[in-house]
């Protein structure tokens, strides 16, 4: 459930004050017998703190507060709570531009890093946008790869990806773990899910 500005963070808290009382005292009451339905009730608190959460950020705001200010209760970077919760305007159009990143940007990112562990360096190149293309081989992709695997070793796996959207791109970020060393994969994706960078980084350094 999405909640407008026009509900405010105190009457989102008590809504979700009321539904974790209920699912507390559900097992108490034996109220439900379906072993799923703390589950699904539990999602559903999940989803509306998360709601609470936007709806103080964007409070908060209102009432003048500095992204830096919000970042520092959230324990990120003042970009980060930006690119998380701030309303950023195109100047090409006035209008306010979309946030979200691009559906399934996450199992895309994760295809590609499976086509490079692979070597299957065609299936990754048929994905770029023009510009990409233009810029990098097959040979160069398999070069970057081999440079990554010297440094630091044998591939070993993957973690969970991250995705962001800034204007026209989503970029995501997936840790990759080899034998000597921790590298994170950059991938940047336009809208038709074409790739418009590809980065392999020091973990370390980022």
């Known amino acids: 459930m999405l909640y407008g500005m026009a509900q405010t963070s105190l009457e989102v808290g008590r809504e979700l004050h009321a539904q974790l009382g209920r699912i507390l005292a559900a097992p108490v009451l034996g109220v ?9 009730a539990a ?7 998360d709601d609470l959460l936007t709806t103080a950020v964007h409070q908060a705001r209102e009432s003048g507060c500095t992204w830096q200010e919000i970042g520092d209760v959230l ?22 531009m979309p946030t979200d990143p691009l559906p ?44 990554i695997i010297g440094l630091a070793g044998a591939y070993q796996g993957r973690g969970e990806t991250d995705a962001a959207r800034a204007a026209d791109f989503t970029t995501t970020n997936t840790p990759l773990a080899f034998e000597a060393g ?19 980084l020091d973990a370390d350094n980022c």
Do not use: C, N
């Open 182 to 200: 921790d590298f994170i994969a950059r991938i940047t994706f336009r809208d038709d899910q074409t790739i418009a960078g590809l980065f392999i």
């Open 104 to 147: 399934g940007a996450g199992k895309l990112a994760q295809a590609i890093i499976d086509d490079l562990v692979h070597s299957r360096w065609a299936a990754i190149r048929s994905r770029f946008d023009p510009t990409m293309t233009e810029r990098l081989t097959e040979e160069g992709l398999a070069e970057a790869w081999a440079h």
């Open 75 to 96: 324990g990120v970077t003042r970009q980060a709570a930006f690119q998380r919760y701030g309303k950023p305007i195109d100047p090409r159009t006035g209008a306010a």
């Open 43 to 49: 999602r559903g608190v999940q989803d509306q703190a």
């Open 32 to 40: 439900d017998s379906d072993p799923l339905s703390l589950v699904r």
